[in-house]
């Protein structure tokens, strides 16, 4: 999986970030990624409001610095080119598989890099 998203071979419907307004978009004061979100898909003529489901996907920033609200754009604006492999291994793949592999012997490097490569069945043996 982290191979084929470093080669961007993921769709982006698999990269999808779902977040519901709360409230309506000119309401908020904190600019999370979800609302910087919903306001680009405003100003590119679609209708959101409170309780609308914003689908938005991380993208590659002009400079690895920029904050993630920044790169986070609706989905029907990316192509699948733009996404950040980088954010989505850092921050969605590995969180969500860090205490399996560790538990397995594998560190978040081993995955990152490939260096171990066992099979579960020498697990078992």
């Known amino acids: 999986m982290v191979e084929e998203i470093k080669e961007g071979k993921i769709p982006l419907e698999d990269l999808v970030i779902h977040t519901q307004i709360t409230k309506n978009p000119e309401d908020y004061v904190q600019m999370a990624p979800h609302v910087l979100a919903a306001k680009r898909a405003i100003e590119n003529g679609r209708k959101i409001s409170r309780g609308s489901i914003i689908r938005y996907v991380i993208v590659k920033g002009k400079d690895r610095k920029d904050p993630i609200s920044k790169r986070a754009i609706p989905l029907e604006d990316v192509d699948v080119s733009d996404y950040d492999p980088t954010y989505y291994i850092e921050n969605q793949v590995l969180p969500a598989v860090s205490r399996i592999v560790e538990a397995l012997g594998y560190s978040k490097e ?15 043996s």
């Open 110 to 124: 081993d995955i990152l890099h490939k260096e171990k490569q066992v099979s579960l069945d020498s697990y078992f």
